[in-house]
Nanobody
Framework: QVQLVESGGGLVQAGGSLRLSCAAS????????MAWFRQTPGKEREFVAA????????IYADSVKGRFTISRDNAKRTVYLQMNSLRPEDTAVYYC????????????????WGQGTQVTVSS
């Protein structure tokens, strides 16, 4: 069982940066693949980025490639999403997700979810 709590969202101007954090409970955090998704009203949850248990393998959505970086610190049981060069279309609720071992890019690939943190990018 893993519980996830996101933080770091807020309001930022276009071109700015934010770093999201996701703190996880559970002693086996290092065995979990972790991911970030985002969702805007009326739309399905969208994959943003994911990484495997040791961070050696990462996957990014084309829309954020080169601007966002996912990373993790297993000692702190935390995964991060560094977001640079933010755009108004990045505005969404960002969710952290976890899955034991398996790395995926769709919602159904992940069993554990945080409550979300709002990111708003003004133009």
């Amino acid at each position: 069982q893993v519980q996830l709590v996101e933080s770091g969202g807020g309001l930022v101007q276009a071109g700015g940066s934010l770093r999201l954090s996701c703190a996880a409970s559970g002693r086996t955090f290092s065995s979990y693949a972790m991911a970030w998704f985002r969702q805007t009203p009326g739309k399905e949850r969208e994959f943003v980025a994911a990484l495997n248990w040791n961070g050696a393998r990462t996957i990014y959505a084309d829309s954020v490639k080169g601007r966002f970086t996912i990373s993790r610190d297993n000692a702190k049981r935390t995964v991060y999403l560094q977001m640079n060069s933010l755009r108004p279309e990045d505005t969404a609720v960002y969710y952290c997700a976890a899955e034991y071992i398996s790395l995926g890019t769709t919602e159904r690939d992940y069993d554990y979810w945080g409550q979300g943190t709002q990111v708003t990018v003004s133009s």
